[in-house]
């Protein structure tokens, strides 16, 4: 089935926008139930994301391909399974998705709409992290994706789940998510100065997950679809 740009841009700003939604909405819910526990309000920002990831994998990959995330897109038009002319439009429909995504987050817990985070992450240990997060990321997609590609929405939400915890960044692993995240001063929130760093290692940690999978799985970038 040809599925036209504008319905898979629709595609991919619908599944970012709610997982920005998800994330930020489930860390103000969590931190207002968790009374100051900084780990249950983890867990509460932890399981909705990896649960969120499954449910709009399933929903939306067969029209766009479900990526939702620019390091996906950007590793995706590498190797040959999404055109290079359309690897903007899908960064585009990716970015104002999410922050369309923070924005509906903050009406819906009756906050302020346009906000700015003063959480800071910065540091060779948060940019290590990023780095990890999306090279793991990325590297459980071209895996399951060459031999089960059927378990993928399962997959990427599950290593979300398990990369919340292992991660000292709580594994942003999205340039999208990242800039929306941006635009929150609530608990998932990041400082905009702080941005570009971690965009900088997500996409670094992708294209090195894709240059080792590559080998380790005799896949040819550039050679997978026209």
Excluded at 19 to 36: E, F, K, P
Aim: proline share 4%; glycine share 10%.
């Amino acid at each position: 089935m040809t599925v036209s740009l504008t319905k898979r841009m629709t595609a991919e700003a619908l599944g970012a926008g709610f997982l920005v939604a998800t994330v930020v909405g489930s860390g103000i819910m969590a931190d207002r139930l968790a009374d100051g526990n900084t780990a249950l309000t983890l867990l509460g920002n932890t399981l909705p994301t990896g649960a969120i990831l499954v449910v709009l994998i399933l929903a939306l990959a067969p029209v766009s391909g479900a990526h939702f995330n620019p390091a996906v897109s950007l590793v995706e038009s590498t190797m040959g399974g999404l055109p290079w002319r359309d690897l903007a439009p899908y960064v585009m429909a990716q970015v104002v998705g999410g922050c369309l995504g923070t924005l509906t987050a903050h009406g819906m817990f009756d906050l302020a709409l346009v906000q700015t985070s003063a959480t800071v992450r910065t540091g060779a240990a948060q940019w290590l992290a990023e780095f990890v997060a999306t090279f793991g990321l990325l590297m459980t997609i071209l895996a399951v994706v060459r031999f089960r590609i059927e378990a993928i929405p399962y997959a990427v939400g599950l290593y979300i789940t398990a990369a919340y915890w292992f991660t000292s960044s709580t594994s942003f692993a999205n340039p999208a998510v990242t800039i929306a995240r941006a635009l929150t001063a609530t608990f998932a929130g990041i400082a905009p100065a702080d941005v570009p760093a971690f965009i900088l290692a997500q996409c670094l940690g992708g294209l090195v997950a894709m240059v080792l999978m590559s080998w380790l799985l005799g896949l040819r970038p550039g050679k997978r679809s026209a």
